[in-house]
Antibody, heavy 121, light 106 residues
Framework: EVQLLESGGGLVQTGGSLRLSCTTS????????MSWVRQAPGKGLEWVSG????????YYADSVKGRFSISRDNSKNTLYLQMNNVRADDTAAYYC??????????????WGQGTQVTVSS | DVQMTQSPSSLSASVGDRVTITCRAS??????LAWYQQKPDKAPKPLIY???TLESGVPSRFSGSGSGTDFTLTISSLQPDDFAVYYC?????????FGGGTRVEI
């Protein structure tokens, strides 16, 4: 059974930094691309960033480009999202999601339970 | 970015009803469209991918159809467990984008 467990969310001040982690099990981690998807309170879903299975390819939404960095440690089956210079509109639940392919094709066939990030001024 | 427009934004229905949700894309998607179900305070659950392929374990009362820019999610006979918000998502053109959601309520 695929399991994705996010951690690292919390309260952070505007302009601050936070690192999210996603520990995984139940599948061959380096064979699948991964992404982060977020959902602001009461709002819809927004793709944030993706990374290929090897880690060679990284991709970002315009809204976070230059501020967020996605990475993975295939030896630890763990995905990360480094969030720098956060803004109020980054407040959201952040979901770790598994792609259905090794390259980023962006169909998400498994989701974590989410971790809440709240940015305050 | 590809804009995904879902309609209606919400609907009221009863157990046993046939429910249809529409998703329209601002550009052609081939068949690269998925549907997710989200219940309150839960993560989205994948239902359908590639327009019409059901994820493992998804009841057969769910079906998807469409092509080009117009897609449909149909629930043939609504069950109590189906009351939720449904999202479409395109993965044909980068970046992937989601529809605004359709709330299905009693």
């Amino acid at each position: 059974e695929v399991q994705l467990l996010e951690s690292g969310g919390g309260l952070v001040q505007t302009g601050g930094s936070l690192r999210l982690s996603c520990t995984t099990s139940g599948f061959i981690f380096n064979k699948f691309a991964m992404s982060w998807v977020r959902q602001a309170p009461g709002k819809g879903l927004e793709w944030v960033s993706g990374i290929s299975g090897s880690g060679d390819g990284t991709y970002y939404a315009d809204s976070v480009k230059g501020r967020f960095s996605i990475s993975r440690d295939n030896s630890k089956n763990t995905l990360y999202l480094q969030m720098n210079n956060v803004r109020a509109d980054d407040t959201a639940a952040y979901y770790c999601v598994k792609d259905w392919m090794e390259i980023c094709l962006y169909y998400f066939d498994s989701w974590g339970q989410g971790t809440q990030v709240t940015v305050s001024s | 970015d590809v804009q995904m427009t879902q309609s209606p934004s919400s609907l009221s229905a009863s157990v046993g009803d046939r429910v249809t949700i529409t998703c329209r894309a601002s550009q052609g998607l081939n068949s690269w469209l998925a549907w997710y179900q989200q219940k309150p305070d839960k993560a989205p659950k994948p239902l359908i991918y590639n327009t019409a392929t059901l994820e493992s374990g998804v009841p057969s009362r769910f079906s998807g159809s469409g092509s080009g820019t117009d897609f449909t999610l149909t629930i043939s006979s609504l069950q109590p467990d189906d009351f939720a918000v449904y999202y479409c998502q395109q993965y044909n053109i980068f970046p992937p984008t989601f529809g605004g959601g359709t709330r299905v309520e009693i």
